[in-house]
């Protein structure tokens, strides 16, 4: 089996998507004999260069103006892929891929990522209108699958009208990078916000529920807020800092890798993710896999917070975040410990890495098989 991705990037600085599948990737080359081959554009600070195994590799392709890719038509044939799998929207690298695909008679994925979710298709309307009556729709409806990493966004796909077949696998997480540790226990707590810095994001949310919330309540308490962000934007959030004499409790840090990341999640006492929309929401699982209980909205889907008490998963908007943000800071210490064991124990269970690409590994076998259809794929 020859499989070929396709992604715009996996430069660090793209965040969870880039890391989702080049871990995907890893983990298939693994336990698989298959030859697997990334296509990407060239950046400056790509998260990996090359798989370990043989069977891996990575293709980095120029770009023209347009964002085309020069080499990738050419190479993609040069590969003879048995199947494609695409990630993302809006980008002519995966909507060169479709082509390919269709042009050649090759089964292909696509992997939205998010970019079907109500709150994404909201934003640059125009734009996406004009792309999905050119090329999108098109490549969306001929795709063999759509792959969707949570229930809630293949139900969203659903009531778009697309009606292909639609596999539900989540995102994975290499647990080899976040392994068991103890927690120290300090007088000084801190609440981790680690993704990207943009609006959608919530991040105004969350500065105004902590301004809301009493001294007394939020003594030793600071936020560290980490990620990538457009600078404009960082600077207006640096100055509402300011304006609400907030400078001195919670603090704005440029993104990190490695050790100083894990070391992040590992020195939190709570974890916040204030979004409006994810897909999946990747640095939950991380921070869970950290034994880092958390707080996030319904604009992500991860309902087995509560079910499993390792968390709060709450309404979109201020007063919700502030309520959960009061009680959190209140629970008691032993408590939050227990959440974060929960949490640990869910990402073992069924967030690992190694069983995401098993189930990938199924998809792809009943698409070029034929076989028998797997639980997680839904037919209308």
């Known amino acids: 089996m020859n499989i070929a991705h396709v992604i715009s990037s996996i430069d660090n600085s793209t965040g969870g998507p880039a890391r989702s599948v080049t871990h995907l990737i890893a983990a298939m080359l693994e336990n698989s004999s ?201 600077e207006e959030l640096q100055d509402l800092l300011i304006d609400k004499g907030l400078s001195e409790q919670i603090f704005i840090k440029g993104p990190m890798y490695g050790e100083d990341k894990l070391k992040e999640y590992q020195d939190a006492d709570l974890f916040v993710l204030p979004t409006y929309s994810e897909n999946f929401g990747i640095v939950i699982a991380e921070a869970l896999a950290c034994n880092t209980p958390i707080i996030t909205t319904k604009g992500a889907p991860w309902e087995e917070l509560e079910t499993t008490q390792s968390g709060w998963w709450i309404d979109i908007g201020v007063e919700p975040l502030r309520e959960a943000l009061e009680e959190a800071l209140q629970t008691p210490p032993e408590t939050l410990s227990r959440m974060g064991e929960n949490g640990r124990r869910l990402i073992e269970e069924k967030y690992s890495i190694e069983a995401v690409a098993k189930q990938m590994e199924e998809l792809y076998t009943w698409i070029l098989e034929k076989g028998e259809k797997p639980d997680f794929v839904n037919l209308i």
């Open 34 to 234: 298959h030859k697997i081959e990334l296509f990407c554009r060239k950046s400056q600070n790509p998260i990996i260069n090359n798989f370990e195994k043989p069977t891996g590799f990575i293709h980095f392709c120029r770009h023209n103006r347009l964002g085309g890719l020069q080499q990738v038509r050419e190479e993609i044939k040069l590969s003879t892929p048995d199947l494609l799998h695409g990630h993302g929207l809006w980008q002519l690298l995966v909507h060169q891929m479709a082509k390919i695909a269709r042009k050649n008679k090759i089964p292909y994925i696509i992997t939205p990522r998010g970019m079907l979710e109500p709150w994404s298709l909201e934003q640059k309307t125009f734009k996406k209108k004009i792309a999905l009556s050119l090329f999108q729709n098109k490549d969306l409806n001929n795709a063999t699958c759509i792959h969707a990493t949570a229930t809630l966004e293949a139900e969203n796909i659903r009531n778009l009208g697309y009606t292909n077949p639609i596999a539900v696998i989540p995102n994975g997480i290499d647990l080899t990078e976040f392994p068991k540790f103890e927690k120290f226990k300090t007088t000084e707590k801190k609440i981790l916000f680690l993704s990207r810095i943009h609006q959608k994001k919530g991040i105004e949310n969350l500065i105004e529920a902590w301004s809301q919330i009493p001294k007394i309540v939020k003594e030793n308490w600071s936020i560290n807020i980490v990620g990538n962000g457009e600078e404009k934007y960082c």
